[in-house]
């Protein structure tokens, strides 16, 4: 699941919680947060293995150009 729709999700039971009178306080059903909470702690782990795999393969491609890049110079200057 990905996480900014967990977050999403968050912001809009916090929203739509009820208000208590007098006080600057709202009123959320524990179960609800927590399903929330659980549901982002199994998201992050995933997300952040998705990323480091995206970084490795942006310096997979740029130690390619360079070597492509050293290559060419060096048949240029020959």
Do not use: G, H
């Not at 999403?8 to 927590?34: G, H, W």
Request: without cysteine; proline residues 3%; positive net charge.
């Amino acid at each position: 699941m990905d996480i900014l729709y967990l977050v999403d999700r968050l912001e809009n039971l916090i929203a739509s919680s009820r208000r208590m009178p007098l006080v600057n306080q709202i009123i959320i059903k524990e179960a609800d947060i927590l399903s929330i909470v659980d549901q982002m702690r199994t998201s992050i782990p995933d997300e952040i293995k998705q990323a480091r795999r995206i970084i490795q393969e942006k310096e997979r491609i740029l130690a390619q150009a360079q070597a492509r890049s050293t290559a060419l110079l060096e048949w240029a200057r020959a």
